[in-house]
């Protein structure tokens, strides 16, 4: 069983709408928890961070996090093309520091 | 403020060669990281360092080597290439709870 589950997608997503990501996880220590968004060939830029319960939102995107369901989600709002990527959720555990990432979710934004 | 700098960019080895992946970082981070990425499976660890000194073996350390020369570098040697370990390697630094500042990555290629 993977650490970090996320659905391969890919997701279809129509311009303007909003595209909703979850990723589940099991390591019930984890502290950190982190949205990466990757074009392409090019390497993992951080879109969001959250570390406590709730919602969490800056411009376009909202962060939710559930540690008693071991799930967070990113929203994308008003999805425009540019947001055509691959997003990847990683968890971070402060007892050992690293990150376990989850394969990733494949967001298309069709015109 | 150059944040996580990878060299080379791009490499070509032949079965058996030995090369070495060199990554350093300007943000005063404890904590180094190699990972490589593979169509579909997402980012796994190589191996670790959580403070110049140290290092740690992630999911997938066969066949690596690494080194953490001071706090900026953290090196990954491939001592005898093979073909399975073409991939795309990226080199990480963080701090504390929070995320992974990565660099440009690097493209092998195990002929």
């Known amino acids: 069983q993977k650490e970090v589950e996320q659905n391969s997608g890919p997701l279809s997503v129509p311009e303007g709408a909003i595209a909703s990501l979850n990723c589940t996880y099991s390591?019930?220590?984890?502290?950190?928890f982190f949205w990466y968004r990757q074009y392409s060939g090019k390497s993992p830029e951080l879109i969001m961070s959250i570390y406590s319960n709730g919602d969490k939102e800056d411009g376009r995107f909202t962060a939710q996090l559930n540690k008693a369901s071991q799930y967070v989600s990113l929203l994308i709002r008003d999805s425009q093309p540019s947001d055509s990527a691959t997003y990847l959720c990683?968890?971070?555990?402060?007892?050992?520091?690293?990150?376990?990432f989850g394969a990733g979710t494949q967001v298309v934004v069709t015109p | 403020n150059a944040g996580v700098t990878q060299t080379p960019k791009f490499q070509v080895l032949k079965t058996g060669q030995s090369m070495t992946l060199q990554c350093a970082q300007d943000m005063n981070h404890n904590s180094m990281y190699w990972y490589r990425q593979d169509p579909g499976m997402g980012l796994r660890l190589i191996y670790y360092?959580?403070?110049?000194?140290?290092?740690d073996k992630g999911e997938v350390p066969n066949g690596y080597n690494v080194s953490r020369l001071n706090k900026r570098e953290f090196s990954l040697r491939l001592e005898s290439a093979a073909p399975s370990q073409t991939s795309v390697y990226f080199c990480a630094s963080s701090e504390d709870r929070d995320e992974a500042f990565f660099g440009q990555g690097t493209r092998l290629t195990v002929v």
């Open positions: 390591d019930r220590g984890s502290q950190s």
């Open positions: 990683a968890v971070k555990s402060d007892s050992w520091g690293k990150f376990q």
């Open positions: 360092s959580a403070s110049e000194g140290t290092t």
